[in-house]
T-cell receptor, first 114, second 109 residues
Framework: NAGVTQTPKFQVLKTGQSMTLQCAQDMNHNSMYWYRQDPGMGLRLIYYSASEGTTDKGEVPNGYNVSRLNKREFSLRLESAAPSQTSVYFC?????????????FGPGTRLTVL | RKEVEQDPGPFNVPEGATVAFNCTYSNSASQSFFWYRQDCRKEPKLLMSVYSSGNEDGRFTAQLNRASQYISLLIRDSKLSDSATYLCVMMPPTYIPTFGRGTSLIVHP
């Protein structure tokens, strides 16, 4: 089992360019999440999907869109990248959206916007 | 005020020392709590869940104090390999995890 995979691992964009970050999990999890992590800021939730067919905004959704393509895949799209979106992006999954449920994280995508 | 507060550190301790971190939370309706470990430039991984009665896993002990709204992590007999950032996570009634900013631990020889 690969767990949670993310592509690409690294990306450099120019301001205004668009891109999609891909995430897939092979653990048959219902819930998936996208976070960004900036120095000194910890992990902040961008969007989440409690189950296939649903998506909801997290703490910092502006400038992003998501698609829960199927149970396995949850993508994050930047339509018009800005330097403020330079960050490390982590995708995570968990079995259910319940109290004691471990999240499993992908290895992250390091994005730089020039 | 951020919902989950942690002292960023770094906590710089010698091998074999005992070190403790606290994490305070503002939502008194929080359902559950966790400690995650994050190594430099890697993804976070679950270290342990925090139960109301407290729980222990080898050298690690987690405690919850609902009256004062904080959780703690105690590491005994620190190893060099314990050097990492420790993230406190709170689960509110919405079950959407809220992460603290992390506490950095450096264990030196």
């Amino acid at each position: 089992n690969a767990g949670v995979t993310q592509t690409p691992k690294f990306q450099v964009l120019k301001t205004g360019q668009s891109m999609t970050l891909q995430c897939a999990q092979d653990m048959n999890h219902n819930s998936m999440y996208w976070y960004r992590q900036d120095p000194g800021m910890g992990l902040r939730l961008i969007y989440y999907s409690a189950s296939e067919g649903t998506t909801d905004k997290g703490e910092v959704p502006n400038g992003y869109n998501v698609s829960r393509l199927n149970k396995r895949e949850f993508s994050l799209r930047l339509e018009s990248a800005a330097p403020s979106q330079t960050s490390v992006y982590f995708c995570a999954s968990s079995g259910e959206l319940v109290a004691y449920n471990e999240q499993f994280f992908g290895p992250g995508t390091r994005l730089t916007v020039l | 005020r951020k919902e989950v507060e942690q002292d960023p550190g770094p906590f710089n301790v010698p091998e074999g020392a005992t070190v403790a971190f606290n994490c305070t939370y503002s939502n008194s309706a929080s359902q559950s709590f966790f400690w995650y470990r994050q190594d430099c430039r890697k993804e976070p991984k679950l270290l342990m869940s925090v139960y109301s009665s407290g729980n222990e896993d080898g050298r690690f002990t987690a405690q919850l104090n609902r009256a004062s709204q904080y959780i703690s992590l105690l590491i005994r007999d620190s190893k060099l390999s314990d050097s990492a950032t420790y993230l406190c996570v709170m689960m509110p009634p919405t079950y959407i995890p809220t992460f603290g900013r992390g506490t950095s631990l450096i264990v030196h020889p």
